[in-house]
């Protein structure tokens, strides 16, 4: 996950900024704009042009972090159309730890029987968590325990800062 141009600075790409409904109707937009083309006329392209460009917003606009531990700085960004990247930098001196947590996704799909079925997707999340532990900041996703919680540990590391464990039962260790 090390950048390419700078061996300080971490980034993580956490994914698309629109749910997956939003994403498909994207690039829907985006093969939908193929019709008005075909009309040959001038207002055709310029409708094209518009679902391209409201298409692409939706399907290519992801999200981010950005962790530069020299400077202890950390920057959630946006990247438009997969091509123009925006955010600020946040300092993250006043965060003390570094945990893991499971999220678990669930998609529920009903059919006309009226049975709905559950699909779940567990994705691990570290977060970096400030001295009363109140406030937290994500800095990365994972599919895997054993990856987030080794990444963890070497964030925890890196920024010198404290690894903790939280059990839904047990609290804070």
């Given at each position: 996950m090390l950048s390419d141009n700078d061996e300080y600075i971490i980034n993580c790409k956490l994914g698309k900024s629109f749910v997956s409904?939003?994403?498909t109707m994207g690039y829907a937009l985006i093969v939908l704009s193929i019709l008005p083309v075909l009309t040959l006329k001038i207002i055709g392209f310029i409708v094209a042009v518009v679902l391209i460009l409201i298409g692409g917003f939706l399907a290519f606009t992801t999200s981010g972090v950005d962790v530069d531990l020299k400077e202890k700085k950390l920057s959630n960004y946006l990247v438009y159309y997969?091509?123009?990247?925006?955010?600020?930098?946040?300092?993250?001196?006043n965060y003390n730890y570094v945990t893991v947590s499971m999220l678990n996704k669930i998609t529920s799909f009903r059919a006309r029987i009226k049975k709905t079925t559950n699909i779940g997707d567990k994705n691990y999340e570290v977060y970096l968590i400030d001295n009363p532990k109140a406030n937290r900041q994500i800095i990365a996703t994972f599919k895997h325990a054993k990856s987030a919680v080794a990444f963890a540990k070497k964030i925890a590391e890196k920024l010198e800062i404290k690894y903790i464990n939280y059990h839904p039962e047990k609290g804070w260790e």
């Open positions: 409904g939003i994403v997969g091509l123009f990247k925006t955010g600020n930098w946040v300092d993250i001196k």
